[in-house]
């Protein structure tokens, strides 16, 4: 079977999005992308969770969890079980690594105020009544100036 070759962009980052469904979405972003949405889901970008092989710099994500998946982000728990060798019989006891839980702390929430999304969320939009009020306020200060200007004059 013949492999297929990944050809690398220039300034560009692999974002590999695996799927519930076990499939996957590759998808090539700008390196001066924040964030970007596939599906509906929205994605940031990290430099934690930025890895590379070779010349491909790459993230990877699960399917609605918008952080990349990073090394810091897992907790890990060791646990000791018996596998049975096949060649001679006896059981043996062997040392396996699980991922005990994921941890999320105030530095992805520190992430999220820095690119910000907190002003997004309180971001106040200019009405109608508002902007008439605005513009009521510049023309008054306008003709206090001019009253001044001709009361010195």
Known sequence: MKKAKLKNE?????????KEGKGSVWRWINENEDRF??????????DEGTYQKRLIRFMMYLEGISMPMHHGYIEKESEIITIRNKETGKEELHKM???????????????????????????QHMDL?????????IFNLITNIACIGLFFR
Do not use: M, V
């Not at 509906?40 to 990290?46: D, I, L, N, P, S």
């Not at 009544?129 to 306020?137: A, F, M, S, T, V």
């Open 10 to 18: 220039k300034n560009k980052i692999l974002c590999i999005i695996l």
């Open 37 to 46: 949405s596939i599906d509906g889901h929205t994605y940031f970008k990290t």
């Open 97 to 123: 690594t699980k991922i005990k839980g994921l941890k999320f702390d105030s530095k992805i929430i520190d992430i999220f105020l820095n690119r910000g999304l907190a002003d997004e969320f309180t971001k």
């Open 129 to 137: 009544p508002n902007l008439i009020i605005i513009l009521l306020l």
